[in-house]
């Protein structure tokens, strides 16, 4: 850092230095954009402090802010001369011009060097008290920056008991700054605190009923920004009675129509968190019919505030499903929209479809699954598949559009609709039989593990009525050590399958593929499986019968991808990153790669009681999750061989692509970590156990998430099954 | 809040790093250079590294980036970055890596003055153009413009300041309506809306209060109960309308009425989306078939279905092609039909198309053989337009009142616009 200290004799930096001291004005103004130039491309400058701090005395506005950049960036490793700047900055916030005094207070608390905050007290006392607003809204946001570093020096000075009186301000850019400033600080503070050293009760904000008042007052008038921060703040006030509800909602009502697209967005917030104290039936049906126009709106904006909008349409769509009931054309995508805000599109659509919007959908999906981009494609394709098991009446048709597109024979298409073929099995068991001899005659077209997987189970399934379903296993069980493991758990389930159902024409296929799996495996799990069918048909043929060809329970399309509870909290948090990502703040911000510490000082703090029975469950799941561990690393190590590498992108990925099962649980991290769902969901479903057939088809295989996969086979047998052993 | 702000090349090299947080250290931009300058496969506008968020949004042949280390606020840092983004171009007259390269100080001067502490201050372009200048030397007399300034640009009215004089007082306003329409193949419309903005531009005295009147359905069907008149055609449903901060929001909440004191000079005063009876300017009707492996033939037949006194200007039409097309033979008799086979697609422009006239182009493309078994994805059509003194949802300004203390008459002018931008799509 301070080579240079020893004033080299030639090269660009002693040209500069020498520029810097010219006796020409403009010279040594082009010398100071020169070093911030330097700066900006990341050359070190810093050996020119004293050089550029001569040029600070100045009546040139731009070249003042010009050396106040400069210090910003380098008062930190030159901490000693920064004290020579002092003087003018002091000199500075006392000038006649308002700008002038604004300017030196906002970089004075930029400097963060120990040394000159000493000095920052006395002019920022004078400068919240300036006569001129807009001295007093700088300073406001300097008070926050003097907490950041120095919390006792703005506890001691009494600064924040000065910025709460500020709240009361008659100009609403002060009001707005001096609760953005709070806000900062209460912020600061809740995450800098410790077991051992507590918040300091100075730098909670409170809202009061009285600042409430404040806050609606300025929200009429306050700039665009400024009422984000008012509305924020207003999501965040717990309201006395219903009464006062209904007043704030009717006060930020008329936000709806506001230009810019986060306050809109910050005003459904409010809403949000209000109406759940409202009762009165007329009021909620008021403010929903209000609020659906702005939020459609918002998806004809810049594609990236419109993924955003559209992230938090998805989410208030699970709240209240009634919001956009007739609004489905809107998110038809266009050709040239960008991919995220296309998956997202879709998935708004499938939370659409009705029974009478369901043709118009099936044909736009139709239309999609012949685009170019093959995620797409085949989350189009996926989609179908969710319609049909959403709408029982629709199911019909949208086998009949699958079977048009396994017609195209595209690889990617046909694969897909065979996967999609087997959850419309699994909702109407015995409705669409007719379309396995097309899926059979595709055999040979499917490369992708899932794919087979998929329509071996079929085959299984459905072996009585396949007249050449030995044959067709056959080729699977030929090949069986080549395929991947899901694929040999499938073929394994299915052949001992098509035995219990024609066990004269399977006697051979199902010993060679028990003899293969069980000895020449190398997956535990399917040479597991292979062992508890061979001990179950060779002890009890009818016990085998019971667990093997149990009646599996439907699956259902899941209302809701978050919890009840975690779905609350975020409808709080609308707009911000957490409503992005449909995942608790504290799972991807956090000083501990667990959130845990977050969690717990939730659970000490003051907060509300949702938030104590959010964070029991975390903990619960918590520990959950911990126990299966162990086991699931395994399989999903193999199948996402991404690894750590991608670990945190796969968390903003997951959350574009696939509705990825959240819940309250820190070791969502974790979870990410390995690349799959599987583990961020054990609330929901029970451990994904190897000894359940047709489950094993699932965990691994995070797209599915939507579905339900529980493990299919009921509890009870599987509970029969460990009593055999 | 914001933490960091980056604007990158399309290289990776930072042309602009400022930090606005302790939270952060500068090698930030590294990691962005790897996970989004470098990387072909973006699928997400924000990225999430362990609790660093990048926000990012591409212009031209840079990159703008915002970095926050918090649960921040997602839509605030977007709608941020494309004020940035507006203000740049404002400021520079475009904003690409040559205008970021040339007035780096004054981004510089920009961003500290609308972002502090990673919070967004005051964005009007119009206020942060009367004290952040290129002119740099400031006289003894600019101070007492800078307190004016300064009290002005945090007032309940930051947007104006006091004491505007005009000789002649005059205000225009465009209504601009973009047509987004996405037609089926077989001719049915699947989305047609508009969106439209009206933008004005103010040259008054002093601090006008500003009335302005729309032939907006509610309005006039509770003028229609109030008089007890019928009133019958001509009016127009919105669906919904967003306004400029000048406008007083709950007044517009309470009956409707849009009242304001305008900025000076050039702003956004509304916009506005318009679903029912969107009048399509153009009717365009393709006939595609694919004549063995060999050729396809089109005939797509286009309709200006308005007005005949008026006309559309610089149409444009998009007409995709098959991935091997080896050449297109087209014959039309308006405007110029040319095969791009960078792009796959045939480009009819024409320059005037009048009011209830139809033109027709036919064309065939040869096709070279093929082993790829894939059939030809068929993208959209997509068309371009303009048509001058027309709005697609019939939109009409009623009036515009101007009152001030002084009592001045003004002179008000109104022009309206339908266009269509890569938004009107028929598939076929």
């Known amino acids: 850092m301070n080579l240079s200290r020893a004033a080299p004799k030639k090269g660009e930096n002693f040209e500069l230095r020498s520029d810097l001291n010219s006796e020409y004005r403009d010279r040594r103004k082009d010398a100071i954009k020169r070093v911030i130039a330097n700066m900006t491309v990341g050359k070190d400058v810093s050996g020119l402090f004293p050089d550029v701090l001569k040029n600070m005395q100045t009546d040139d506005l731009e070249q003042k802010k010009l050396v106040y950049l400069y210090l910003m960036n380098y008062a930190k490793t030159q901490p000693e001369l920064v004290i020579l700047a002092v003087n003018t900055f002091v000199k500075d916030a006392d000038d006649p011009n308002p700008l002038v005094r604004a300017l030196a207070i906002r970089t004075m608390g930029m400097l963060r060097a120990e040394k000159i905050i000493d000095y920052l007290s006395d002019p920022l006392q004078k400068c919240l008290r300036d006569e001129n ?27 924040i008991g000065q910025l709460q009186e500020m709240v009361s301000d008659s100009n609403p850019m002060v009001v707005a700054n001096a609760i953005t400033a709070l806000t900062d600080i209460h912020a600061t503070a809740v995450l800098n605190a410790t077991e051992s050293s507590p918040a300091p009760l100075q730098a909670n904000f409170i809202i009061t009923p009285q600042v409430l008042g404040k806050l609606l007052i300025a929200l009429g008038e306050s700039s665009e920004w400024g009422r984000v921060a008012l509305l924020t703040c207003l999501a965040r006030y717990k309201a006395v009675d219903e009464k006062e509800s209904e007043h704030i909602c009717e006060r930020v009502l008329p936000q709806f129509q506001h230009v810019n697209g986060s306050v809109v967005l910050a005003a459904v917030k409010v809403m949000m ?53 007739n609004e489905m054309r809107v998110f038809f995508c266009k050709y040239n929209d960008p991919p995220y805000v296309k998956l997202e599109k879709l998935d708004i659509m499938i939370r659409l479809a009705q029974e009478k919007n369901v043709d118009t959908l ?65 909702k109407y068991p015995h409705n669409y039989e007719g379309v396995i001899p097309t899926l059979c005659a595709n055999l040979d077209e499917l490369d992708e593990p899932e794919a087979k997987a998929s329509l071996i189970w079929i085959i299984g399934e459905y072996a009585e009525k396949i007249d050449n379903a030995s044959e067709l296993l056959g080729v699977f069980v030929d090949s069986f050590l ?75 399309l899941a209302q809701t991808t978050v919890p009840p509870v975690i779905l609350e909290e975020l409808l709080g948090e609308i707009g911000t990153l957490a409503s992005v990502y449909h995942k608790p703040a504290e799972t991807f911000v956090g000083r501990g790669r667990v959130g845990a510490d977050a969690v717990h000082r939730k659970i000490e703090g003051q907060e509300d009681e949702a938030i104590r029975e959010k964070a029991l469950q975390t903990l619960v799941a918590g520990q959950q999750a911990e126990n299966l561990l162990d086991f699931d690393e395994a399989v999903a190590g193999e199948d996402q061989p991404t690894g750590l590498a991608a ?19 820190p070791l969502d991290d974790l979870a990410s970590l390995f690349g799959s769902s599987s583990l961020a969901t054990p609330t929901q479903a029970p451990a994904p156990s190897p000894m359940s057939p047709p489950a094993s088809m699932f965990p691994s295989v995070p797209s599915a998430a939507p579905l339900s996969n529980g493990p299919a086979v009921p509890s009870k047998p599987q509970e029969d099954l460990l009593g055999l052993f | 809040m914001i933490s960091g702000f980056f604007i990158f090349n399309q290289k990776g090299e930072v042309l602009i790093s400022r930090l606005y947080r302790t939270d952060l250290k500068r090698s930030v931009a590294d990691v962005f250079r790897v996970q989004v300058v470098s990387n072909t496969d973006v699928r997400s506008p924000i990225i999430t590294l362990g609790s660093t968020s990048f926000f990012h949004v591409r212009v031209a042949n840079v990159y703008v980036l915002a970095v926050t280390k918090c649960n921040t606020n997602a839509a605030l840092v977007f709608e941020f970055i494309y004020r940035f983004i507006s203000i740049a171009k404002s400021y520079f007259g475009k904003l690409d890596e040559e205008a970021v390269k040339n007035n780096f100080v004054m981004i510089y001067e920009l961003i500290d003055e609308i972002l502090d502490f990673g919070y967004p201050q005051n964005s009007e372009i119009e206020t942060l153009k009367h004290y952040i200048t290129s002119e740099s030397v400031r006289s003894e007399t600019a101070l007492r ?127 506005y ?5 969107v009048h399509l300017p153009l009717r365009i009707q393709p006939i595609v078939t694919e004549v063995g492996k060999t050729h396809v033939d089109y005939t797509i037949a286009v309709k200006a279905n308005f007005n005949t006194k008026l006309s559309a200007t610089e149409v444009v039409i998009r007409i995709p092609t098959p991935l091997n097309t080896t ?102």
């Not at chain 1, 629709?394 to 017609?407: D, F, M």
């Not at chain 2, 959209?380 to 001030?404: C, H, N």
């Open chain 1, 133 to 159: 607003p807009y001295v007093r809204k700088t300073a406001c946001l300097c008070v926050a920056k003097l907490y950041d570093l120095k919390p006792e020096l703005a506890i001691d000075n009494g600064f």
């Open chain 1, 647 to 665: 670990t945190t992108a796969a968390v903003v990925q997951s959350s574009a692509g696939h509705k990825v099962l959240t819940s309250a649980n």
């Open chain 1, 482 to 556: 080549e395929e991947a493991y899901q694929v040999q758990l499938q073929t394994l389930t299915a052949v001992v399958k098509l035995y219990m159902k024609k066990p004269e024409s399977a006697q051979g296929v199902v010993s060679k593929v028990l003899e293969t799996a069980t000895k020449d495996c190398d997956s535990p799990d399917v040479r597991d499986r292979a062992y508890i069918y061979w001990r179950l048909l060779s002890t009890d043929p009818n016990a085998a019968k019971a667990v093997i060809l149990a009646t599996r329970p439907p699956i259902t």
């Open chain 2, 145 to 271: 413009d800078d307190s004016k300034i300064a009290a002005q640009t945090t007032g309940s009215t930051s947007w104006r300041r006091t004491g505007i004089r005009y000789k002649k007082n005059e205000a225009f306003v465009d209504v601009v309506e973009v047509v987004h329409l996405l037609m089926s193949a077989s001719g049915t419309v699947l989305r047609a809306d508009v969106t439209g903005q009206v933008l004005m531009r103010a040259y008054l005295t002093g601090m006008p209060e500003c009335k302005f009147g729309l032939n907006d359905k509610v309005v006039l069907q509770n003028a229609r109960r109030a008089e007890g008149e019928t009133y019958e055609a001509g009016t127009v449903e919105l669906e919904d309308a967003q306004f400029h901060q000048c406008v007083r929001l709950n007044m517009f909440d309470t009956d409707r009425s849009i009242t304001f004191i305008p900025p000076d000079g050039e702003f956004e005063l509304m916009r």
């Open chain 1, 273 to 325: 968190v209000h109406m759940r104290h409202l009762t009165r039936e007329d009021l909620v049906k008021q403010i929903i019919k209000k609020m659906a126009p702005p939020l459609v709106t918002l998806v004809s904006s810049a594609p990236e505030t419109q993924w955003v909008a559209l992230r938090n349409i998805n989410l208030l769509l699970q709240k209240r499903p009634d919001i956009l009931q």
């Open chain 2, 273 to 277: 989306r318009a679903e029912s009876s």
């Open chain 2, 327 to 428: 050449q297109v033979d087209c014959k039309s008799p308006a405007g110029k039909a040319k095969y791009v086979p960078a792009e796959n697609l045939i480009r009819w422009q024409i320059p005037r198309i009048q009011g209830g006239s139809e033109v027709t182009l036919s064309a065939t493309a040869s096709l070279t053989q093929t082993t790829d078994r894939k059939p030809w994805q068929r993208p959209p059509i997509d068309v371009d337009f303009q048509v001058l003194m027309f709005t697609a949802s019939g939109l009409l300004v009623r009036y515009l009142k101007v009152y001030e203390k002084s009592g001045y008459n003004s002179v008000k002018w109104v022009r309206y616009l339908t266009k269509a931008n890569g938004s009107y799509q028929i598939r076929f």
């Open chain 1, 362 to 426: 099936l044909s736009e999906l139709k239309e999609y699954a012949s685009e170019v981009d093959v995620d797409f494609v085949r989350r189009a394709i996926k989609a179908i598949g969710q319609c049909a098991i959403k709408i029982e009446s629709s199911a019909g048709r949208c086998v009949q559009v699958l079977l048009e597109l396994i017609n195209t024979r595209v690889s990617y298409v046909v694969q897909e609709a065979v996967v999609v073929m087997k959850d419309i099995f699994r």
